[in-house]
């Protein structure tokens, strides 16, 4: 493929013909890598869950005097918070993300007092925000119920709008979707905040319309048209994916461009959110074309009418070579008759090279 026909394949031009479905188990092996990875982040490792699911407190304040990040983890762990996170931000905010501090009133006022000295400033001028850990437990759950929620609502839309077969591949290719975008959450070790959450709801709503158009294609090749008697069942599945395969990933790059620039250039609420769009979205694209056309195909042969069609297609080949080969020999063996006649009755007459009469008119009566 030169250059010129990737261009007018990927402007949409010329229709690719990559075999897509022919080459199902090696996708299937790459997901099942990517699946395992990130199951083992999520087992091992963890999601770094922000204080709005685990409880706890949040301490943002500016410093005026100098400080470093062990600095301000030694004043913490002298005053009973050891496993604090802290950060600094912008260059001049420190960020503390710690146990809740309301369970001790007492000590919470030291600690704010020792921090507040530490960064030259007074203690009216820490922004302070506590959530308790059942607070944060219900968020956790209602986070959880939506998701099922938005899962099951997609089923049923898939399994009415087009078939239950359909429904169970899109599903399959949903869950993908949520386990790679959580694994690579626990691995990177990044903050999983309420933002995160509208992320991932977000991103299954546009793998569903990834997922919705392939399979309309797919449905109208396979309904009402001879392309399943003439090509079978996955090889029209392969030449719907071929048809609407540079509209899915132009409408990806679409949509990952301006979220890369928020990633990029974004504050630090945007880019959590960015980050787990930019991944559910890459995903969603791949799982929509490698995971869910080609599990659908696996569904459907095992239907026995798509089994008996190519059953017969398999056999149509063998019939259509002893038919031609019959008519050769039959073509041969008049061939040869004629040939036996001709040389038997001797030199066929010369015809002659003069001008032919012309038919006698008839005379009028």
Do not use: C
């Amino acid at each position: 493929m030169n250059l010129h026909h990737a261009l007018e394949t990927y402007r949409g031009h010329t229709v690719p013909r990559f075999r897509l479905i022919e080459k199902r188990n090696r996708w299937f092996t790459v997901s099942g890598v990517v699946i395992l990875l990130s199951l083992g982040g999520l087992l091992f490792r963890g999601l770094n869950l922000s204080i709005d699911f685990e409880g706890g407190a949040k301490l943002e304040y500016p410093f005026k005097t100098s400080v470093t990040v062990q600095q301000v983890e030694g004043v913490l762990s002298a005053n009973g918070h050891p496993n604090s996170q802290v950060q600094i931000v912008n260059g001049n905010t420190i960020s503390i993300r710690t146990s809740t501090l309301t369970a001790k009133t007492g000590q919470s006022e030291i600690l704010l007092k020792a921090l507040a000295d530490q960064a030259g400033i007074t203690t009216s001028d820490i922004n302070q925000t506590d959530i308790g850990p059942t607070w944060g437990g219900e968020i956790s759950k209602k986070a959880v119920r939506g998701l099922i929620v938005v899962l099951l609502g997609i089923g049923l839309y898939i399994g009415l709008r087009f078939e239950p077969k359909m429904a169970a591949g899109a599903m399959i290719a949903l869950v993908h979707d949520v386990v790679i975008t959580a694994g690579i959450y626990a691995l990177v070790g990044r903050e999983v905040t309420p933002a995160t959450v509208i992320a991932i709801l977000t991103i299954l709503g546009f793998s569903l319309y990834d997922t919705v158009v392939i399979y309309d294609k797919i449905q109208e090749n396979t309904t009402g048209s001879g392309m399943v008697a003439k090509l079978g069942y996955a090889e029209t599945v392969n030449d719907s994916l071929n048809h609407v395969l540079m509209r899915s990933v132009n409408t990806s790059l679409v949509v990952l461009l301006p979220i890369l620039s928020l990633l990029l250039f974004g504050g630090d609420t945007l880019k959590d959110f960015a980050f787990a769009m930019f991944i559910g979205v890459t995903t969603g694209a791949y799982s929509s074309i490698f995971i869910a056309a080609p599990i659908l195909v696996i569904l459907k042969g095992r239907e026995k009418r798509f089994q008996q069609l190519e059953q017969r297609r398999a056999a149509r080949p063998v019939r259509v070579g002893m038919g031609a080969a019959a008519g050769e020999a039959a073509a041969s063996e008049a061939a040869a008759t004629r040939s036996t006649a001709r040389t038997s009755s001797g030199t066929a007459r010369p015809r002659s090279k003069g001008k032919r009469k012309p038919p006698a008119k008839r005379k009028r009566r």
